[in-house]
C-alpha cells in the first residue's frame, strides 16, 4: 500500500495478537472478519476501499501474518522489553493516529498498552474504560474462537468466518518435503517442555505408527529440531516412519496438513494449524489444559482426554481416528 493509499484511507486499524502459535492460528478468523467489515466501512465514508491495517505480535509470527494477506504493515514488538521500550513502542502507536485497535491478546501487558496510549482512540478488549469493551463475566470460560467472534460482535462486526490456514501453505508440494508421493498421516508429539504432562508417551505415538504403517499410511513426525528424540522413540518402534522434526517451516506444516489423510497430536500449536486445514485429527489432553477452553477445531477432530494423558491408549486414538475418517478398526 502506497503513502498516497495511506492517507486516502480513513480506516487505520491496530491489530494486537502476540501469540502463541496455536492462539495465532485460531485468530485467522478475526483478522479475515476485521479486514472485511473495515474495508467495507472505508468505502462507505469516501475512502479507498481498503482500510489500512496494523498487526503488532512478535518475531515469530511476522512472516505468518505478512502471508495471511490481512495486514498492509507488521510490527513484531509487540513485547517490548523494559518501560523504555514499551513507551516507545506506545508513542509510535500514537503517532500512527489509529482509527480503532482490536486487542486480541486481551492481556494485562495489551490493556496497558490502552491506558499508555495518548490520544484515546476507539478499542475493542479488556481494558478498563476502554470503549468496545468484551464484558462478558464468563469470558475466561468460553473457547478461544468463540471469544474472539463475541469479542468482535460487542465491537460492530457481526461474523467471524472460522480460520482458514490454508492461505498459509507453503512454496513446495508435500511430495517435493516428504520426497514420496505415498498417502501420510501426521503425528504431532511434542509440546511446551516446561509443560511435560501435555505429552502423550512417545512409545504410544509409535504404536499409533506401526499401525499406520501396517495400513499403507506412511507416519510422518512433525515438530521443532530439539522433539527430534521424541522422533527417535517412535521410530525405534515404527522404522518406517519418516522423521521430519526441526525440517519443515510452520507454511511447510500447514502444507502437510491440506495433503495428510489422519493426524494424532499432543495440545500444541501445530495440532491447530493441522486441524484447522481439515485433516481428520485426534487431539490429546491430560489434565494440564482444558479442551473446553483450548482444543483444536476443524472439519473432523475428535479430542480425547484423560486425568492421565498416557491413561490413552493407542488403540483408542486409532478407533477415534476410524470415525473421523468413516471406518471402523475392523475395515481398517
Known amino acids: 500500500m502506497s503513502r498516497a493509499d495511506v492517507t486516502r484511507a480513513r480506516q487505520r486499524i491496530l491489530v494486537i495478537k ?3 502459535l496455536g492462539d495465532f492460528a485460531q485468530a485467522l478468523g478475526p483478522f479475515e472478519a476485521i479486514r472485511t467489515h473495515h474495508d467495507e466501512l472505508d468505502a462507505a465514508t469516501g475512502g479507498s476501499g481498503h482500510a489500512h491495517i496494523t498487526l503488532l505480535t512478535t518475531p515469530p509470527f511476522r512472516k505468518l501474518g ?50 499508555l496510549l495518548w490520544p484515546r482512540t476507539e478499542w475493542s ?8 469493551p468484551h464484558a462478558n463475566p464468563q469470558r475466561d470460560l468460553m473457547h478461544t474462537i468463540d471469544r474472539q467472534a463475541e469479542q468482535l460482535r460487542d465491537a460492530g462486526i457481526a461474523h467471524t468466518p472460522m480460520p482458514d490456514v490454508a492461505r498459509l501453505r507453503g512454496t513446495r508440494p508435500a511430495a517435493e518435503l516428504l520426497g514420496t508421493d505415498a498417502p501420510y498421516g501426521l503425528l504431532v508429539p511434542g ?47 515404527a522404522p518406517s516412519a ?9 507454511n511447510d506444516i500447514v ?25 481428520p ?7 494440564d489444559s482444558d479442551p473446553a477452553l483450548c482444543a483444536p477445531r476443524g472439519a473432523s477432530v475428535s479430542v480425547l482426554q484423560a486425568p492421565e494423558i498416557s491413561a490413552i491408549t493407542p488403540e483408542a486414538v486409532n478407533a477415534a481416528l476410524g470415525a473421523c475418517v468413516g471406518i471402523s478398526e475392523a475395515e481398517a
Open 255 to 279: 502444507t502437510l496438513a491440506l495433503g495428510a489423510r489422519a493426524a494424532a497430536g499432543n495440545d500444541t500449536g501445530p495440532m491447530h494449524l493441522v486441524s484447522l486445514a481439515g485433516t
Open 125 to 132: 478488549g479488556i481494558a478498563r474504560g476502554c470503549s468496545h
Open 242 to 250: 519418516l522423521d521430519m522434526t526441526g525440517a519443515t517451516s510452520l
Open 281 to 287: 485429527s485426534v487431539a490429546l489432553f491430560g489434565s
Open 18 to 20: 502476540l501469540g502463541a
Open 66 to 115: 505478512e502471508d495471511t494477506g490481512f495486514f498492509d504493515a507488521v510490527w513484531d514488538d509487540g513485547r517490548a522489553k523494559g518501560f523504555s521500550a514499551m513507551l516507545s513502542l506506545v508513542r509510535r502507536m500514537s503517532w500512527a493516529r489509529f482509527t480503532r485497535v482490536y486487542d486480541l491478546q486481551t492481556s494485562s501487558r495489551s490493556s496497558l498498552y490502552f491506558h
Open 191 to 237: 509440546a511446551a517442555p516446561h509443560r511435560p504432562a501435555k505429552r502423550w508417551p512417545a512409545e504410544y505415538f509409535g504404536e499409533v505408527a506401526r499401525a499406520w504403517a501396517d495400513r499403507g499410511l506412511l507416519p510422518v513426525i512433525v515438530g521443532t529440531a530439539g522433539e527430534k528424540p521424541l522422533a527417535d522413540a517412535i521410530r525405534a518402534i
